[in-house]
């Protein structure tokens, strides 16, 4: 049996360093410009419900939607991109450098920069991370990352490589 001797590996299938950095960043950009206007439309939305309580009106709502999106989305980039940048980093480097995330693990991030931005923001956090001056505000701030981060993993889940030391890419 005549066997064919094996093909030589293309620069395609194993992405050189250079690629891997500019997937990192193209990730970071995503995260950059995309995370900080859904936080800002996702916090005040949470803060427009809790507001409401009960007594939920969809045409008010959809006001306050309206009016986070002009006001809100232009500011939200002065607040939202330190967050954004470490969530962008965080799944930029996993998933060029070592594969693609999972749902799971970009939950645990976006929860993670939630807490984190309460904990910097120097509110009280006694004991099971509650704030007794705005019980309501970590799970605010943990709902606003946490949708931020979902959409820009979303957006990038499939902009990925392997690990270095396998020899195909994952495109």
């Not at 005549?2 to 690629?19: D, E, F, I, Q, T």
């Not at 997937?23 to 507001?51: K, R």
């Amino acid at each position: 049996m005549n066997v064919p001797p094996p093909l030589p590996v293309s620069s395609l299938a194993l992405p050189s360093r250079g690629k891997r950095i500019s997937c990192a960043v193209a990730i970071l950009l995503v995260f950059l410009f995309v995370g900080p206007p859904v936080g800002a439309l996702a916090f005040m939305l949470s803060i427009a419900l809790i507001g409401m309580g009960l007594k939920v009106d969809l045409a008010g709502l959809s006001w306050i939607g309206l009016f986070a999106l002009i006001y809100a989305v232009p500011l939200s980039y002065f607040i939202g991109v330190g967050p954004a940048a470490v969530g962008g980093l965080m799944v930029g480097i996993r998933q060029a450098f070592y594969g693609p995330i999972r749902w799971p693990f970009a939950v645990l991030i976006g929860i993670s920069i939630g807490v984190g931005v309460m904990i910097l923001s120097g509110k009280s956090m006694p004991f099971g991370l509650t704030d007794t001056e705005h019980p309501d505000y970590l799970p605010v701030m943990v709902i606003t990352c946490l949708t931020a981060t979902m959409v820009c993993w979303a957006i990038v889940r499939t902009w990925h490589f392997g690990p270095k030391g396998r020899a195909e890419a994952i495109a």
